[in-house]
């Protein structure tokens, strides 16, 4: 699943505004928000990673 950071703000601002009434949702989301932002980040250090390092012909 890949989320732009544009989603993972908006993630972000949902479980903010969730978090004074539904305390326990809003943990169960930030937990599963920081699994997915953890992975997006991860794939896109190495695809950055695969990229630089891949031979170039001549």
Not at 16 to 32: F, I, P, R, W, Y
């Amino acid at each position: 699943m890949h989320f732009s950071w544009n989603q993972h703000l908006e993630l972000s601002r949902k479980v903010s505004n969730s978090a004074d009434a539904h305390q326990g949702v809003a943990l169960a989301l930030m937990g599963v928000g920081l699994a997915i932002l953890a992975k997006d980040l991860l794939a896109a250090e190495l695809l950055d990673h695969s990229n630089s390092h891949t031979p170039t012909k001549s």
